[in-house]
């Protein structure tokens, strides 16, 4: 997650939050049970690092040729591990969000290089026999293709027996799609985002009694049914695991109000990079169809997760998806969305923070710059005073006889020095005490 935020352009203290979200998630920490889950929910967003990379150097390279065979070596391999996990349900997630990573992100990049290239044309005289756009960003939807192809086939050897087992299992028509809908998440799961344990823990297993102030144990529910745990919610704790933090909502919720904010003000990113700039030190900002993608992306998978009658397109339109019973999975592309949303959303605090640093470096630099002429008016100013001081004490007279019998006593060399010095620095001063006159004391040098 934390390459995934790198490749986005995101500043590493924002994108080791996001990382820190996505890793101690409660989908993931219910999820250790699950060791197939462990093996493959990390994949996802190196798969999609791995996307933005390939796309990116593609608008970086304008209308020329780019051959990311490293790249699509690296996304196959990565793909591979996924399906060498077993478990066919995080195959079709991590599939399903990587392909509509890379739609649009292939439609984004096809708008900058159409809009590069047209400029490039209007200032050039001489025609140029190049590819469209269009057909680059086709061979790079080739490039990808080929990815996926061969991850696919570095897990053939755990996904073709899973494919023969399809058709045999049980679970083929064994549910209605008002059956599957019915084992998603209730509506007042909704709570558990907030308060994860607002209906209780299987990990406790006593209540402290507030009138005898000891601690219980659990014996019986309401119902007087044995129960030695603390929990009551519909689903499971390990099926309804979705905590977050309230940290990662708020600032999810701040980047999405910053992508509208700067969407109705019709900013427009303009270059290959099309990238917002705080100031030439700092790092460019992701661009907005991040958060946009990422904050459909968390909404769709918390409708499918919710089982509203959105899911029947999964159900009747995805091959072997009716044996998924389990909706609630969705969870999955929605922590990833919101691990993002949230790294994205401190990366915009963190920008405004160094806007507001090198706003006040720079009025701080001009107000030294403005400010030395007063520094230098009090010098002046204390050092009247001081000399106002030394005249009404006559000190300049009894100072100035005192380092002249003292050179009588130095070195010739010492001595030349302390005249220079008298001639120069004390004597004018002396003078102007009404002390003594310089006339007088020119042989002295």
């Not at 998806?321 to 605090?349: C, D, E, I, K, Y």
């Not at 005192?402 to 050179?407: E, I, K, M, P």
Request: charged share 15%.
């Amino acid at each position: 997650m934390y390459l995934f935020g790198r490749a986005l352009r995101l500043r590493v203290l924002a994108a080791f939050f996001g990382g820190v979200v996505y890793m101690f998630s409660g989908f993931l920490i219910v999820s250790v049970v699950f060791t197939m889950f462990l093996a493959a929910v990390p994949w996802l967003p190196l798969l999609l690092a791995i996307i933005e990379v390939i796309v990116r150097k593609q608008e970086d390279k304008g209308n020329r040729s780019f051959q990311p065979i490293p790249y699509v070596l690296a996304g196959a391999g990565v793909i591979g591990l996924v399906v060498l996990a077993g478990h066919p349900e995080l195959i079709y997630y991590t599939l399903i969000v990587a392909g509509l990573y890379t739609l649009v992100r292939l439609l984004v990049a096809w708008r900058t290089l159409a809009r590069n290239t047209t400029l490039t044309d209007t200032s050039s005289p001489e025609p140029r026999h190049t590819p469209s756009p269009f057909w680059r960003m086709v061979r790079l939807a080739a490039w990808l293709l080929v990815m996926a192809v061969l991850g696919i086939g570095l897990g053939a050897v755990q996904l073709i027996p899973l494919v023969e087992l399809l058709p045999l299992n049980f679970r083929a028509g064994s549910a209605s799609l008002d059956q599957v809908r019915g084992w998603a998440w209730p509506s007042r799961h909704v709570l558990t985002f907030w308060l994860p344990n607002i209906f209780g823990s299987p990990s406790h297993h006593q209540w402290f009694d507030l009138w005898n102030r000891t601690w219980m144990p659990a014996t019986a529910n309401a119902l007087g049914e044995a129960n030695r745990t603390i929990f009551w919610g519909v689903k499971n704790y390990v099926e309804g695991g979705n905590y977050l933090g309230i940290a990662t909502w708020l600032l999810a919720a701040l980047a999405l109000w910053r992508a509208v904010r700067d969407a109705l003000a019709g900013r427009k990113l303009a270059g290959a990079n099309s990238l917002l700039t705080v100031h030439d030190s700092v790092p460019p900002l992701p661009r907005p169809f991040v958060t946009f993608f990422f904050s459909a992306l968390a909404f769709i998978s918390l409708l499918f997760a919710f089982g509203t009658p959105l899911y029947a397109l999964l159900y009747y339109g995805v091959p072997g998806w009716n044996q998924l019973h389990s909706p609630f999975r969705w969870v999955f592309p929605f922590t990833l969305s919101m691990a993002v949303l949230a790294a994205v959303g401190l990366n915009g605090l963190l920008a405004d923070a160094e806007r507001q640093r090198d706003k006040e470096e720079t009025k701080r630099q001009r107000d030294w710059e403005t400010g030395r002429l007063g520094d230098w008016e009090m010098g002046l100013l204390s050092a009247c005073v001081w000399w106002w001081r030394w005249r009404a004490w006559g000190r300049w007279r009894r100072l100035g006889l005192a380092l002249w019998r003292l050179s009588r006593l130095l070195p010739w060399g010492s001595a030349l020095s302390m005249a220079a010095t008298w001639r120069r620095w004390l004597l004018p001063m002396a003078a102007c005490s009404g002390g003594i006159r310089p006339a007088t004391c020119w042989p002295l040098v």
